[in-house]
Nanobody
C-alpha cells in the first residue's frame, strides 16, 4: 500500500482546511488510519485516528473539537477537516496506515505505512 497526502497550504488563523490521504491497494477498508504532525523543531505528535469501520475515532486534546477525521472506504481516502486553525497547528501533516488493527492507536509505532506529508501553515 502507498499513501499520498494532499491539501495542505497557507491559511489564516481561524480558518479551515481539509487535508486528504489517498491509499492504493484493495485492503484500505481493513486499515486503521491516523494523522500525525511535526512542527518545525518539535517531535512528531499524534493528531487523530479512525478505526477501519468508521466506528471509533480519537483526537489529541490540542485538536479536539476543532479537527474531524473521516474516511471514505469506497474512495480509499481518509480526510482531516481542520477548523478554527491556530498558528501552533503549523506543521507537516502525515497520514499513516495500521494494517493489522482492531482498534486505532495513538502510538506512531503501530503504523507501518506512512505518506509523504503535506505542509499546513497557519498565519497569525
Amino acid at each position: 500500500v502507498q499513501l499520498q497526502a494532499s491539501g495542505g497550504g497557507l491559511v489564516q488563523a481561524g480558518g479551515s482546511l481539509r487535508v486528504s490521504c489517498a491509499a492504493s491497494g484493495r485492503s484500505f477498508s481493513t486499515y486503521c488510519m491516523g494523522w500525525f504532525r511535526q512542527a518545525p523543531g518539535k517531535d512528531s505528535e499524534f493528531v487523530a485516528a479512525i478505526n477501519w469501520n468508521n466506528v471509533g475515532t480519537g483526537y489529541a486534546d490540542s485538536v479536539k473539537g476543532r479537527f474531524t477525521i473521516s474516511r471514505d472506504n469506497a474512495k480509499n481516502t481518509v480526510y482531516l477537516q481542520m477548523s478554527s486553525l491556530k498558528p501552533e497547528d503549523t506543521a507537516i501533516y502525515y497520514c499513516a496506515a495500521d494494517r493489522i488493527c482492531s482498534w486505532y492507536s495513538r502510538d506512531a509505532a503501530a503504523y507501518e505505512v506512512w505518506g509523504q506529508g503535506t505542509l499546513v501553515t497557519v498565519s497569525s
